[in-house]
């Protein structure tokens, strides 16, 4: 960024004097110009980052219970050696939480791939069949959630009613305690494949020609010019395919809400981090242990995303 | 803070706009058509705001420990929110204003749904709405198989439900909720009926006493044996509803106050053969609950609390109570309870059902502490435990040791 410019004096016509006449004011402001244009911006996180972010920090330091207007006592990192001994809930929220996320992620990453090296070049019907694949993704998740609970209805939902035409018995789907899980995962790549796609597809078409040209000439087959040529070229793409869908789908709430309701199920069977920490606040009103979960959890999305940003990092040296 | 001096505006001071939070219920889309009458009558200007019972309480949650003053007449469950709403001082007390009208005449309401709403000895809330616990059941089913009257205990409720079943494929004898805390409040008249209770007189846990022991097999025992095929454990009053209102159960225990789900055409396929009849009862006799489930309350922050008395004055009055009640919504008045005129448009053998299970009900249908939800979680495993097949005893000693734990932190 270069310093105070100096008024242009090749023409008759441009004084000299606005620079002698410039306020102080003037000066100091153009000196810190990036720093006043990125105050708005700087407030904006401060208000609604940093300090949200702080008091829950705080929080988690204090027996907090009730109603956060109430006094509360600061026990330390007390919520942290409870939370983190936790094996009846904590815990097994944390597997959900990672399971969720790393199946959901697998099959969304393979299946948006799949379709869109599919959709790559051009076809005819093209433009329907986009549309088609990007209905899902401009739902609500409660509505999806809500949709997909009455079709998976164990007793009058139309799941059952198809795989009975088939000569299958009914499925539990989301009413199964073992089952619930897997078909939240179902729902959630029912949702977001599209997503992966659409990310996927943009990096595609702004691949260059040449390379695929130059390894179809070698005489590379189709699998070869994929893991050799596009996979390779694409990776940065995936990566932040991944690194968005992996943070969506770790913080995931609406789907599971809305199909197994609060505390995930009888069996807390979808119970996930984010899960566990709205029922402590919002039906246990633990404020104390809520935000000491929702603070480790915030440090491990901080960990997987500095991980994952490192790798793309990487990727492009 | 007041807007008032700038021209009264909606932000607080004596604002001409009452700001009402309700949920979605039959009582609320009365009250909503008998608006224009109140603003007409008061001159003031009713703001409502309707949410579903999850997202009303998450509300409250959120404003109310924000300290918000937007909120100025809420409507709230006095059971499951009054003694957290009462301990976190969120209820203004509405004492005075409530003595000093005769006109409205706080002495009319019954006396245990007025407990429920006191904290501490101040009026915090006035019930709107009570609830019983009755037996929907089909008596078209019931004839077919035999039987000329519906079951008088829980002896014969079970075995009805079996031979219906058995006569008729694709129907389940019985059905009711089955979601961990969602069943909790309709399991309660069991567990009474039993001779059980959460808590005794001195405030021990008590859900492994062999009456609650037997409770809990029986209900989770019934609705495995004789439940839909493919239950689940995550229902609530509308899963359950909807398999009974679709004409696939015979038998299903829930409130009074949902009966018009059954008896709308536009809702249910069993209008015309739904019969209604007061709880089976048990070891102890028939004790269903008889509980007030809503109450309408003032937000301590609001700063138009005298025109928010004014609506609940009007809400609550015995006028608007007598026609809440005519179009099917129990209410807690004493004096609409003894004006026929108050049940004459409820199906016959509702209003006897209602009649019996007001007289010899049990005044709370969940644990009455400070953290309901919490509570109800621990109480409600040994339900859906049995309902899975599971050792309902076993879970019922498990659940009366955390219950026990929970109830020593609560006191300190």
Redesign the interface.
């Known amino acids: 960024m270069s310093a105070v410019r100096t008024p242009r004096t090749d023409s008759p016509e441009a004084p000299a004097a606005p620079l002698d006449t410039t306020s102080a004011w003037s000066r100091w402001a153009n000196h810190h110009r990036k720093w006043l244009f990125a105050a708005p911006a700087m407030a904006f996180v401060a208000v609604l980052i940093i300090f949200p972010v702080a008091w829950t920090g705080y929080l988690s330091l204090t027996d907090a219970e009730g109603s956060v207007r109430a006094e509360s006592e600061f026990i330390g990192v007390q919520n942290y050696l409870d939370v983190l001994t936790d094996t009846d809930r904590f815990w097994p929220a944390v597997w959900r939480t990672v399971l969720f996320t790393g199946v959901v992620l697998f099959f969304e990453v393979v299946l948006g791939m799949a379709i869109a090296l599919l959709l790559w070049r051009p076809f005819r019907g093209e433009k329907w069949v986009r549309v088609a694949i990007l209905l899902p993704l401009v739902a609500t998740p409660v509505a999806v959630g809500m949709m997909w609970r009455l079709i998976f209805d164990p007793n009058i939902g139309m799941a059952n009613q198809l795989l009975g035409w088939i000569g299958i018995g009914p499925q539990p789907w989301l009413a199964g305690q073992h089952s619930a899980l897997p078909t939240t995962m179902f729902i959630d790549i029912w949702q977001w494949t599209p997503m992966v796609v659409l990310i996927l597809l943009a990096g595609l078409t702004s691949l260059s020609d040449e390379p695929q040209e130059a390894a179809r000439i070698d005489g590379a087959s189709s699998w070869q010019r994929f893991r050799h040529v596009t996979l390779p070229l694409l990776m940065p793409t995936v990566i932040v395919a991944i690194l968005l869908r992996g943070i969506d789908a770790l913080k995931t709430f609406d789907i599971l809400y809305a199909t197994k309701g609060r505390g995930g199920g009888s069996f807390h069977e979808v119970e996930t981090l984010n899960v566990y920490a709205y029922g402590l606040s919002f039906d246990y009103n633990d404020y104390g242990v809520s935000s000491t979960v929702l603070i480790i959890f915030f440090l491990i999305i901080i960990g997987v995303m500095w991980a994952l940003t490192y790798r793309k990092k990487g990727l492009g040296r | 803070m007041s807007l008032t001096a700038c021209g009264g505006g909606d932000g607080g001071g004596d604002s001409k706009t009452v700001r009402v939070t309700l949920v979605n219920h039959v009582w609320t889309e009365n009250i909503k058509k008998a608006l224009p009458e109140f603003e007409k009558q008061s001159g003031l200007k009713v703001d409502v705001t309707q949410l579903g019972e ?1 997202q009303l ?2 509300q409250y ?1 959120v404003k ?2 924000a ?1 918000a003053d937007d909120l100025d007449v809420m409507m709230y469950r006095p059971l499951q929110e009054g003694k ?1 709403f009462g ?2 001082k ?1 209820l203004a007390d509405l004492s005075e204003k409530a003595k000093a009208d005769s006109a409205f005449e706080v002495g009319d309401f019954q006396a245990g749904p007025m407990q429920a709403t006191t904290y501490e000895d101040k009026i915090v809330g006035l019930p709107i709405i009570t609830e019983q616990e009755v037996l929907y059941y089909r008596k078209d089913l019931l004839t077919k198989s035999g039987f000329t009257a519906p079951p008088k205990t829980l002896d014969e409720l079970k075995a009805q439900a079996a031979k219906v079943e058995a006569d008729n494929p694709g129907v389940a004898g019985f059905v009711a909720r ?4 969602a069943a909790v409040t309709q399991f309660s008249s069991f567990l009474f009926s039993f001779g059980g209770d959460f808590v005794d007189s001195s405030g021990k846990a008590t859900v492994n006493t062999e009456q609650a022991k037997q409770a809990y097999a029986y209900y989770g025992g019934l609705l495995r044996d004789h439940g ?7 229902m ?1 009053w509308s ?1 359950a509803m ?2 009974f209102t ?1 004409g ?1 159960a015979a038998f299903y225990t829930e409130a009074n106050s949902l009966y018009k789900n059954a008896t709308d055409p536009t809702k249910s396929k069993v209008v015309d053969t739904v019969g209604f009849a007061p709880f089976p009862a048990g070891p102890a006799g028939s004790k269903p609950y008889n509980i007030p489930s809503w109450a309408l309350g003032v937000n301590d922050s609001s700063e138009n609390k005298d025109n928010a008395w004014k609506f609940i004055q009007w809400a609550a009055g015995k006028e608007q109570s007598l026609a809440q009640q005519t179009a099917g919504v129990p209410g807690a008045r004493t004096s609409v309870w003894a004006n026929p005129a108050s049940t004459a448009t409820l199906p016959k053998d509702l209003a006897e059902a209602n009649a019996a299970s007001t007289a010899n009900g049990v005044g709370h249908d969940r644990p009455l502490v ?2 309901v ?2 509570a109800r ?1 621990i109480v ?1 495993q040994p339900i ?1 435990d049995a309902i ?1 097949g599971k050792d309902a005893a076993a879970s019922a000693d498990t659940a009366n040791a955390a219950f026990q734990k929970f109830l020593d932190d609560e006191a300190k």
């Open positions: 999850d309480s998450d949650n109310l420990n300290g957290l301990k976190n969120y089955t979601g961990k805390a839909p095929e493919n239950i689940s454990t995550d609530s899963e909807a398999i679709q696939k400070v953290k939800a919490q979680e409600g859906v899975t």
